[in-house]
């Protein structure tokens, strides 16, 4: 289907990631509209086109941008703006083509955030295995800088803003807005306890706001057009369109840019080509490994916007990242890989979260390897219910939330190891097929 | 991160920056509003110089922004890319992770360990690569995927992977056309 694309209109295009390509395209034509105005409107127009955070919590970034406080009462204190490329949230790989693609799409986004929010310096944090990404951003603000529209004076408005790029170095966490400032500070990337929100109180200790990649790629389109044609798309609690990065048992993985509120199933089934020949659907992601695992009869009624996977599925859109399980899934082992995963990746800070998620990746393994028992599944439980909501950060409950929704769903493939192992079945013998692996293995 | 401290790494005697390199240190001190900021990008510069990371380039990087050696080893070692020992020329970093796996990782990851003959510490017996299991690097689309240094290989099977690894002996340049370079949609056929 032919969908507005807002955000990867130009990736088709040869040498996209370069300036005068770009700004054949129109980019950076908006800039010196922006930098004219006053930032309040900005604001305002960023607030009504209802364009919410493409992280994964889905926040208003209009109304985040109004929290910084007033520059009286900050005193003189800087603003910085951190465009968070940090990209680690599993089944999510969006952000790496807006950055690979349209580099400067994002560069001019954060050129008109960095004036909505009164910022003089910026930073791109980026995930330290997108090195080669890195370069490439580089390469575009040496080219933005050499065009005149980073650093000062852009364009003669009088605006100035440079931009830095910041390479992370292997840690999930630094996804986390808080842990990001930490890691951007020079510390180790660990959380710190909110509030203080960063809007308020964040990188060196004085006003910051963190977007995410598409969200700043969104916003010179919204200026351009206006908040009513950005309404006008998708629905009314979810405007616009959103990048899905879609992964797992289909025929045609990758990423799609739709408008929100669009069918899931359409999704699965037109964008993504549908299941392999033979399969049927057992389970799906929506929007990343930490959002609850939704049934086939979930995902034929929701649609990929905030509030409908949320009341519907009691999960959430997330990142967009959307993982596509088939009936050859074994869930059991696909759940000890997420857990393995948040095990590893804890920043150890919370007593809940470092000691609870490699327990609960420890009591997985002997679920899957026939030799646990049914109290093994409610210590489970039970230590999904303790971490969530008892950390620092929302990490805890990311690997909680897994745990316990597979748990609901489909409790039946953690029983049937139960009474496998009671059987004393050797592991790989039980009722649900046979390997997490099915495809080019 | 890896919550277990990281050895304590040998000692290859006092290390200073390169001259050339002496307007890159002042350029990325530049940056920031504050010297202990530029601890990470001046360990991915010490790293991109030395391979990796020990007490004495630590300690060089203490120097350059004035904190004590203690803190820069802390930062190094929460963060996974730094590497605190050798590794071989090629650094094999193969993704585990769900979407990954769903498409059949654990027999790529088998298959290079079988044929590249790893230790325990993924080092391959002629030294020349190191294979490392690694958890999802933004590539899940094109699973199954892992990275070799900077780049990404994509929508792998042992039969490509052998044709990776056979290029990369063979010194010449990659073997295989990099997705990374232009596609975001990856039909199966
Ligand atoms: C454990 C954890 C990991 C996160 N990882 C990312 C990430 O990789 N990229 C990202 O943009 N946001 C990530 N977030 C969300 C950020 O904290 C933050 O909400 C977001 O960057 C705000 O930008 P937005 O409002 O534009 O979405 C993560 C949050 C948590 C709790
Ligand atoms: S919840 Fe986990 S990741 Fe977050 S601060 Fe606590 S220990 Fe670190
Ligand atoms: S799961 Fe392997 S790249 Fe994301």
Known sequence: MDFPRILSGNWELENSHKLDVARSCGTYGRVQKALAMPPVELIQIVKDSGLRGRGGAGFPTGMKWSFVPSAEKRGNKPVYLLCNADESEPGTFKDRYCMWKDPHLMIEGMIIAAHAIGCKVGYVYIRGEFRYIYDRLWEAVHEARAAGLLGENILGTGVDFQLHIHLGAGAYICGEETALISSLEGFKGQPKLKPPFPAVEGAWHAPTIVNNVETLAAVPWIIEHGAAAYKAIGTEKSPGTKLFSCSGHIRKPGVYEIPLGYPMRDLINVECGGLLPGRTLKAVIPGGSSVPIMTPDEVARCNMDYESINTLAGSYLGSGGMIVMDDTTDLVAALTNLLRFYAHESCGQCTPCREGCGWMYHILCRVRDNCATAEDLVTLKDLADNIHSKTICFFGASAAMPVQSFLLKFKGEFLARIEAASKGLPAGSHVSPASLSVVGA | ?189
Not at chain 2, 57 to 73: E, F, K, Y
Not at chain 2, 135 to 145: F, K, R, V, Y
Not at chain 2, 151 to 175: M, N, V, W
Request: hydrophobic share 40%.
């Open chain 2, 1 to 189: 991160m890896s919550s277990h401290a990281a050895p304590i790494p040998a000692s290859r005697g006092p290390v200073e920056w390169p001259d050339a390199l002496l307007p890159q240190v002042e350029e990325i001190l530049s940056r920031y509003p504050t010297r202990q900021a530029a601890v990470m990008p001046l360990l991915w510069l010490a790293q991109d110089t030395w391979d990796w990371l020990d007490l004495d380039v630590m300690r060089l990087v203490a120097r350059t922004i004035d904190i004590p050696p203690s803190q820069v080893h802390a930062v190094a070692s929460f963060y996974t890319m730094f590497k605190k020992s050798p590794t071989g020329k090629y650094l094999i970093q193969v993704c585990q992770t769900l979407s990954c796996a769903l498409v059949g990782a654990e027999a790529v990851i088998e298959h290079m360990e079988r044929t590249l003959e790893v230790d325990e510490h993924g080092n391959s017996k002629d030294g020349l690569f190191t294979v490392l299991r690694v958890e999802c690097l933004a590539s899940c689309g094109s699973a199954p995927m892992m990275q070799i240094n900077e780049h990404f290989y994509e929508r792998l099977t042992p039969a490509t992977c052998d044709q990776i690894i056979a290029g990369l002996r063979s010194g010449k340049p990659l073997a295989l056309p990099r997705p990374e370079v232009d596609k975001w949609t990856f039909p199966v056929s």
